[in-house]
């Protein structure tokens, strides 16, 4: 038996604290803590690393405080295209989808796309009809949407005709949900889900589905999930990345992971943050805007949520 450990995130480049109320911040502090012991419960129960990163996700696309499911961010067209994808340390098995817009589950699809093993990666109408016969849920695209993407989309359209779209705070721009997990046998997983940026160009795909960026999970090493600008994940493969700094460089998994973020995205002034689990059970969550949604259980069984600098510790009975 080994430790277990999990960790999530809600997106990077949090708003301001003065933008919401603190029961506004406090009601997306308790849904991170349902996600993180929806996961911890798997976990715990002695269920895999894979089932408890999909289910640490599944609760952050029911909630409308984060850019994934319901609650996602609207591209230029305003309308929804969710991007999802799920990995297994133990096989390096993955799967994906892009572009769906009436899967309410996009990590689900996700899920069934890597089980079936005909694919790693479907989009558009097909990545639907797929779920659809898979027997997942299936909503009509205004199910994701909500006031404050709405808003949020009007805010990048007026950033965008006034051309200070690069001054856009990280809140208006994107966000992205994602779990790590170690489980008792010693396999690793991670998964992650996004609406993309508000204002997006209809058809763009960012790192979220793209196995390598935005997702990775390898046992032995680490499991990765990130936040931020995608372009920017991709190109640098960053979950492969901090994954071939430790297996290569033997760098600690912190080391790794601020490597990535805090100095080899740091000339491209993006947003950009990601959470990842070690191997050994250690946890980090390194990122470079003003804040960033996570939380983390420890091998020990403590919970941990925070938006900001300040950390919030858990009642284990909440």
């Not at 007026?158 to 001054?167: F, L, P, S």
Request: proline share 3%; aromatic share 6%; glycine share 12%.
């Amino acid at each position: 038996m080994t430790k277990t450990a999990l960790a999530i995130h809600g997106g990077c480049g949090v708003m301001a604290k003065l933008d919401l109320s603190e029961a506004d911040w406090a009601a997306a502090r308790a849904d991170l803590g349902r996600s993180l012991k929806a996961g911890w419960a798997v976990l715990t129960s002695g269920g895999s690393a894979l089932d408890a990163v999909q289910a640490a996700v599944v609760v952050m696309e029911d909630s409308p405080y984060f850019n994934a499911g319901y609650g996602a961010a609207l591209n230029a067209n305003g309308e929804h295209e969710l991007d999802a994808s799920i990995m297994d340390g133990a096989t390096l098995e993955a799967g994906a989808v892009t572009l769906v817009r009436r899967i309410r589950n996009p990590v689900k699809a996700a899920r069934r796309v890597m089980e079936k093993g005909e694919a790693v990666l479907m989009g558009g109408t097909a990545a639907d009809d797929f779920a659809k016969a898979e027997g997942l849920d299936i909503v009509e695209p205004t199910y994701f949407t909500t006031e404050k993407r709405v808003k949020a989309l009007a805010a990048m359209k007026a950033h965008a005709a006034a051309g200070t779209a690069a001054k856009a705070s990280e809140s208006e721009k994107h966000g992205t949900v994602g779990a790590v997990a170690l489980d008792a046998v010693g396999h690793l997983a991670a998964a992650t889900s996004t609406g993309g940026y508000n204002n997006k160009p209809a058809g763009r795909i960012g790192d979220t589905p793209i196995v390598g960026a935005g997702t990775y999970a390898r046992d032995g090493i680490c499991a990765v999930s990130g936040t931020g600008k995608g372009e920017f994940f991709i190109r640098y493969a960053v979950g492969h990345e901090v994954a071939s700094r430790i297996a290569y460089l033997g760098e600690t998994l912190e080391q790794s992971a601020a490597k990535v973020i805090q100095e080899d995205l740091k000339p491209h002034n993006i947003g950009a943050g990601l959470v990842a689990v070690c191997a050994d059970g250690s946890i980090t969550a390194p990122y470079n805007t003003d804040g960033m949604f996570r939380g983390w259980v420890t091998p020990e069984g403590e919970f941990f949520v925070a938006t900001h600098v300040e950390v919030f510790k858990l009642p284990a009975d909440a």
